[in-house]
C-alpha cells in the first residue's frame, strides 16, 4: 500500500485540492481519492505532485507492506 502526505503538504501550502488538480492535469476526485488512499498515483503524477511542492517523491510517498 502507498501512503502520501498530499493533504499536509497542501495545508502547508493553503492549496486546495482543486488548485493542485490542476498544477498537475487531474481532476479534483482524483487528489481526494490519493489522499484517502483509494487510488495509488502513477509515476508521472506522483512526479508531478512532489513537483509542485518543490521535493522528492520519497518525501509524499511511501510504501508500506
Known amino acids: ?3 502520501n502526505r498530499i493533504k499536509e503538504y497542501r495545508a502547508k501550502y493553503g492549496m486546495k485540492q ?10 479534483r476526485e482524483t ?3 490519493l489522499e484517502n488512499g483509494k487510488y495509488n498515483p502513477s509515476l508521472v503524477l506522483a512526479w508531478n505532485i512532489a513537483k509542485v511542492f518543490d521535493v522528492t517523491i ?7 507492506n
Do not use: D, H, Q, Y
Not at 482543486?18 to 481532476?27: D, I, Q, T
Not at 520519497?58 to 508500506?64: A, S, Y
Open 31 to 33: 487528489i481526494g481519492n
Open 18 to 27: 482543486e488548485e493542485l488538480a490542476a498544477k498537475v492535469g487531474v481532476r
Open 1 to 3: 500500500m502507498i501512503k
Open 58 to 64: 520519497e518525501e509524499i510517498f511511501t510504501v508500506e
